[in-house]
């Protein structure tokens, strides 16, 4: 049933991908926070002379926050590094082939690995009641090390959903329907370029400006 064109399944892949995005968005926020952070340890360490002794610990840990909540979100998006010179070119079926040999030979061992090792750190971590070494006010280190196990949860969850989408797009030859974000310039531009050769679409760009770009195909 998973790997069908039933509408429960698609809803089903939308309502994961709207779950990645939540906690994606959500947390990016961190990044307005970090900012700020490294702003005022800048101020005070530069012009008064009077560091923080917690802002080294708040800038990592934003920081991790940020990074690994976003990884979610960046796979329900297809937003993960790859050859897309090559991938781009393929067949939508041949691309499905490819990505579902890659999730199961690389992607699934490695977050059930990454799931294992992340919660035996907590653990350990929450044990030892571990903190901090890098400032005096030394901050507990378990919560911030139990979200490792938690991400290879969300990772996992999203990489399920994209494998279904994979088998229905070898089946049906088309990729399922996706959540989507604004796409940036280039990558319009990338998926124009695939559409039509360079002449016609540095023609369309001259005469038409911008709107070439979020035009329909022939």
């Known amino acids: 049933m998973a790997f069908s064109g039933s509408a429960t399944v698609s809803r ?38 009077a560091p923080s002794n917690w802002g080294y610990d708040t800038q990592y840990m934003l920081y991790g926050l940020l990074f690994m909540f976003a990884g979610a979100y960046a796979l329900s998006r297809n937003g993960h590094v790859r050859g897309d010179f090559l991938y781009r070119m393929m067949a939508a079926r041949r691309q499905a082939m490819l990505d579902l040999l890659l999730y199961i030979l690389f992607f699934f061992p490695a977050i059930f690995a990454f799931m294992i090792a992340g919660y035996h750190f907590f653990e350990l971590s929450w044990l030892q009641n571990e903190r901090s070494m890098f400032s005096p006010s030394g901050p507990i280190l378990w919560p911030f090390k139990g979200i490792i196990p938690i991400v290879g949860f969300l990772l996992l969850l999203q990489g399920l959903a994209e494998v279904v989408r994979c ?22 531009i990338l998926a124009k370029a695939a559409e039509q050769s360079p002449e016609e679409l540095a023609r369309a760009l001259a005469e038409e400006g911008d709107a070439a770009l979020t035009a329909k195909g022939p």
Not at 18 to 32: A, K, P
């Open 12 to 49: 089903a892949l939308l309502a994961v991908d709207r779950l990645s995005t939540f906690v994606g968005q959500t947390f990016s926020w961190c990044i307005l926070l970090l900012t700020l952070v490294i702003t005022y340890e800048v101020i005070a360490r530069k012009f008064f002379a």
């Open 167 to 188: 088998v229905r797009c070898i089946r049906s030859g088309e990729w399922p329907q996706r959540l989507s974000d604004v796409e940036e310039l280039d990558q319009i």
